[in-house]
C-alpha cells in the first residue's frame, strides 16, 4: 500500500514537469483545438479551472492517505477552495501567465516552500497552479480575440495561434 502511495506522489510530481516539456508552444493539431477552445468560450476555460481543482483535491486525497497525520494539507485545501469561485480562478491564472515576474517568484516560492516539510502538498498546489498558467489564454490573445479582424485568420491558421497565445 505504501509503495502504491508513493508512485502516485511520484506520478503527481512527474507531471509538473512532463507536461509543460511535450506541450508548451506545440502546434499540434489537438493542442490548436484546446488553444481555439480556450478562446473561443469562458465554458471551456471554466471547465479547465474545474478540472484543475479536481486535480489537486485528488492529489490532496491521495496524499492524506499516505501521511494522515500531516496537517499542512490544510493550508493546500484552502488555496484548493479559494480557486472554487470561477472569477478569482480565472484572475489568478491570467495574471500568472500574464506578469513574468509573479510567475518566476511564485514558482520560487513553490520549491521553496516544497522543501519545508508540512508544507509540501502546498508546494505541489501552487506547482499545479503555474502549470494551469502555462495554458491558459493571457490577455493579449484573449483581447486579440475579441478582434474580428483577427479571428478568421487564426480560425483560417490556427498553427499560428501558439504564437499569440503565449
Do not use: N
Amino acid at each position: 500500500m505504501i509503495m502504491i502511495w508513493k508512485i502516485l506522489t511520484l506520478f503527481y510530481l512527474a507531471m509538473i514537469i512532463a507536461v509543460p516539456t511535450a506541450l508548451y508552444k506545440c502546434r499540434r493539431r489537438f493542442m490548436t483545438k484546446f488553444y481555439l477552445g480556450m478562446l473561443e468560450r469562458e465554458s471551456t476555460r471554466r471547465l479547465y479551472a474545474q478540472v484543475l481543482l479536481i486535480v489537486l483535491l485528488l492529489f490532496h486525497y491521495v496524499y492524506a492517505g499516505g501521511c494522515p497525520a500531516d496537517f499542512g494539507i490544510v493550508i493546500s485545501t484552502i488555496v484548493c477552495a479559494a480557486l472554487y469561485p470561477f472569477r478569482r480562478a480565472d484572475k489568478w491564472l491570467r495574471r500568472l501567465h500574464d506578469k513574468r515576474k509573479t510567475f518566476v517568484y511564485a514558482a520560487l516560492l513553490s520549491v521553496a516552500i516544497a522543501a519545508v516539510p508540512h508544507l509540501f502538498t502546498l508546494g505541489v498546489t501552487l506547482g499545479y497552479l503555474l502549470l494551469a498558467a502555462l495554458f491558459y489564454p493571457s490577455g493579449r490573445a484573449l483581447s486579440g480575440w475579441a478582434d474580428s479582424e483577427t479571428r478568421p485568420d487564426w480560425r483560417g491558421h490556427p498553427e499560428s495561434l501558439a504564437d499569440f497565445y503565449y
